[in-house]
């Protein structure tokens, strides 16, 4: 069984910055892929951000040179250091994983609100 833990969501103003962070629990490997993917209201849950092995990395092409997702394989979190900001950001975050029997976990979501 897979847990992940999402932290780091709030309220900002546009053009601002927050940083995401994902821990996950139990059999995770660093060629695993994680990611982040988000859901704005009244919208279907989109994909974000993928990073495998701390190497490989994809990303939406909205948030491509103002977005960079990167992992800590020791301590099995990853992280989304999101910068300038847009309202078009806003929505809850979650965190994935998908394990090497090709089970997707999530996360619980957290909340990113960018005010403009």
């Known amino acids: 069984q897979v847990q992940l833990v999402e932290s780091g969501g709030g309220l900002v103003q546009a053009g601002g910055s927050l940083r995401l962070s994902c821990a996950a629990s139990?059999?995770?490997?660093?060629?695993?892929?994680m990611g982040w993917y988000r859901q704005a209201p009244g919208k279907q849950r989109e994909f974000v951000a993928e990073?495998?092995?701390?190497?490989?990395?994809k990303y939406v092409d909205s948030v491509k040179g103002r977005f960079t997702i990167s992992r800590d394989n020791a301590k099995n979190t990853v992280y989304l250091q999101m910068n300038s900001l847009k309202p078009q950001d806003t929505g809850i975050y979650y965190c994935?994983?998908?394990?090497?029997?090709?089970?997707?976990?999530w996360g619980q979501g957290t909340q990113v609100t960018v005010s403009s």
């Open positions: 994935t994983v998908v394990t090497t029997t090709t089970v997707r976990y």
């Open positions: 139990g059999s995770i490997f660093s060629i695993n892929p």
């Open positions: 990073i495998i092995s701390g190497r490989s990395t």
